[in-house]
C-alpha cells in the first residue's frame, strides 16, 4: 500500500485545505501593514509558482504521478 492511496480518501480535504492555506497567503501578502510598501519580485514569483503546483497536482494527479514516477 502506497502514501498515494493511504491518503486517496482524505484527497478532497487536502485540496480544501491547501486552498485555504494559498488564500490566505493572498490575503497577507496583499493586505499586510497599511503600508504602500511594494513585496520583492522573489516573494510574489514564489507564491506564483505555489498556485501553480497546488492547482495542477489538484486537476492532473495521475499525470502528476506518472511524470515524478519517470523522474526516478
Do not use: D, Q
Not at 30 to 47: D, W
Not at 52 to 60: D, E, N, R, T, Y
Amino acid at each position: 500500500m502506497g502514501l498515494g492511496l493511504a491518503f486517496e480518501r482524505h484527497r478532497p480535504w487536502l485540496i480544501a485545505l491547501s486552498v485555504v492555506f494559498l488564500v490566505l497567503g493572498a490575503y497577507s501578502l496583499t493586505h499586510t501593514g497599511r503600508s504602500c510598501r511594494r513585496f520583492p519580485k522573489a516573494l510574489t514569483i514564489l507564491f506564483s509558482v505555489a498556485v501553480v503546483v497546488v492547482f495542477v497536482i489538484a486537476a492532473f494527479p495521475e499525470w502528476v504521478a506518472s511524470m515524478m514516477l519517470n523522474l526516478r
